[in-house]
């Protein structure tokens, strides 16, 4: 989220607040209510262990997508841009978005995963046609700096850091920082921005978002084999508050810590990105109160107008077979709609699949090279609360309040205020969104945590983190909600990126393309908007239909 160049200075820390509780309370306040909510968890498990009845009907649809994520909508959305109406959209869940999804209340929308939108690139030019087709960006989208619908610009402040029991303005920390570790942040930052500038002989930028348009020169691959902390301490970076946040900005977007995430991905956070507006500043994103379900919603709106209702939701695909052969016939896909108890066959000519790719070994017959390297991958788990509150809760001294809030020496990220766009954090009632990323383990017991840990347990711990800063945030919460997504994200870990695993599902099949995030090797709405457009421009092609293309 934070992507300045260098943040001014800001006034020193005042004393250490008050201690982090440790674990719950021995007579705690009574949990507000709520929902222990997730991704299809059973549904996960009823596909590991298998027993689905056989097909009691079949049906037959030139182009099947599975997965209605960012990805799945992108592909849906530029099929139906390009006229074609004859394609299935199915989904696990009930609702599609993906990791982009939303709830609300009668206080506000909120996000149940991604919940901002960087200024694109000129690169991302899908994401800009998109932008300027939902009326946010304004005017030309190929023009250097747009203007943007202002209610969709992050209001300021953006962000803030609580550290030693004050807030400051911005994520790097800045009160009680050595002159040595103020050069080595604006070393960092200068390294930076030579990065960013950085050109190839071909003219590719060194690190391009989306990725696919990033340079290929040897000396940058090689960092896709190191860690970014290794590459930090190989560079002379020792600052304690710097490898902190660089730290922070691998468990935000990756959701795994620097040790774990590959130097070129921790770079590539930093510089790839360069989008400017008319009417902000270049580290403005976009948001929403719903995080970046405006998104999904509008491409699957969008779908509807031109292609009728093209969404089939709670489907499992449960196998796939065929295809892979000369001379490759039709792909048969399974589907189990737990709704109706039944299983229905779908047979398609061209097979866009945009679910995450850990699914194959379990789904895809045959396909073996495939499924190898789908397990090459690793998973990051993330949990998600909203807290609605009666009002905002009482703040330790600093810098004001703002949209983006972040805790230092914490196990959670923090949280966004969702109705920071509406310019009611201070009057009224609000939901904050907390983040929590569990870097500090391995996925798999974050992923036991998630699973075994009761929603009365979560509150208590997310309680201790937040009293922290806000000492009455318990007696103001009314409702507290828990979202556990055990894979929400590929982790960028060394050699993923480059590697021979990921570059498998890249290519452009006869009958089959892969079109997620995961195509990319992590996870960003820009990766997968990209991924499913591509595959659509690509089935357009294999069917023969004219289109212009949304990538060039």
Known sequence: MDRRNFLTSVAAAGAA?????????????????GELLGTSLDLGHRLRDGGF????????????????????????WKLAKAGFADFLLVELENEAGGNSRAGGNAVSAYPWGAHYLPLPTREATAVRELLAELGVLQGDPRAAKPTYDE????ATPQERLYRDGRWQEGLLPQGAVSAAELAQ????????????RQRDSQGRRAFALPMALSSRDAALLVLDTISMHDWLLAQGFDSPHLQWYVNYTCRDDYGASSAAVSAWAGIHYFACRDGEAQNASSDTVLT???GNAWLARGMLRSIRERAGDRLLGGALAFRVAGGNGPPGGPIEVDLWLPGESRTVRVVTEQLIWAAPLFLLPHVF???????????????????VANLTLSRFPDDRRGAPRAWDNVLYDSSA??????????????????????YRAFDDMSPQQGRQMLRDTPREVWAERIFAELERPHPNIRLLTTRLDVFRNGHAMARPTPGL????????????????RFAHADVSGFSLFEEAQYRGVLAGERTLRQLGVRHSSSLT
């Open 17 to 33: 607040g008050a201690a982090a509780l440790a674990g719950c309370r021995s007579t705690p306040a009574a949990v507000p209510p």
């Open 53 to 76: 009845a056989p097909p009691g009907e079949t049906r037959h649809v030139p182009v099947l997508i599975v997965g209605a994520g960012i990805a799945g909508l992108s592909a849906g």
């Open 151 to 154: 209610r969709y610009l992050c």
């Open 185 to 196: 942040y604006q070393r960092f930052f200068d390294r930076m921005e030579a990065f960013r």
């Open 288 to 290: 929403a109160p719903e």
């Open 365 to 383: 017959s045959g396909y073996e090279t495939l499924k190898s390297a789908a397990r090459s991958y690793s998973y990051a788990p993330w949990l």
């Open 413 to 434: 990220l923090g949280y966004v205020v969702a109705t920071h766009q509406q310019m009611r954090v201070w009057p009224g009632a609000t939901v904050l969104t907390y």
């Open 497 to 512: 990126i480059w590697g021979t695993a990921r570059a498998r599902f890249e290519g452009d099949g006869t009958r089959l």
